[in-house]
């Protein structure tokens, strides 16, 4: 007999086990290297192929002098670089350099393999189990 779980109790436990794993996968970066905000804030330029600072801070939900010092120290690792904004030469536009696009790689690689590992250490069924949840957690993912 299969019991029911209430929903609110099943999002509960979704919500902490997707939040632990994220911490995990976090963990799995390569030491002494970006934090994590900096990271965070790559990301949305390489996702976004060009910000402007302001932007970017709108982004990452931070507040501009925050975002000035963040964006100051990936300039200063040659990970972003600044170019004239076209319309307006007041602004900026931030951009991701080779060297910002191989330092995202070498995280995103450090966490598959991580990851690839724990999931090798699984029985093929709960592999599969794994897989519908994929499936399943995609779905929930899309607006």
């Known amino acids: 007999m299969t019991r029911r779980v209430p929903v609110?109790?099943?999002?509960?436990?979704?919500?902490?086990?997707i939040l632990r794993l994220n911490?995990?996968?976090?963990?799995a970066r390569p030491v002494g290297d970006l934090t994590m905000t900096q990271v965070s804030a790559l990301l949305s330029i390489d996702m976004?192929?060009?910000l402007t600072p302001r932007e970017l801070a709108d982004v990452e939900r931070v507040q501009p002098p925050t975002m000035t010092?963040?964006?100051?120290?990936?300039?200063?690792?040659?990970?972003v670089q600044?170019?004239?904004?076209?319309?307006d030469g007041r602004q900026v536009i931030l951009s991701v350099t080779p060297e910002g696009r191989e330092m995202l790689a070498a995280h995103q690689r450090a966490k598959e393999e991580w990851l690839t590992r724990r999931i090798a250490a699984l029985t093929p069924e709960e592999r599969d189990a794994l897989r519908r949840a994929a499936e399943i957690l995609d779905k929930l993912a899309r607006d």
């Open 8 to 17: 609110a109790a099943v999002a509960t436990q979704l919500r902490d086990v």
């Open 23 to 27: 911490r995990r996968l976090r963990q």
């Open 48 to 50: 976004s192929g060009a």
């Open 69 to 79: 010092k963040i964006v100051a120290k990936l300039e200063e690792r040659g990970l």
């Open 82 to 87: 600044r170019a004239p904004h076209p319309t």
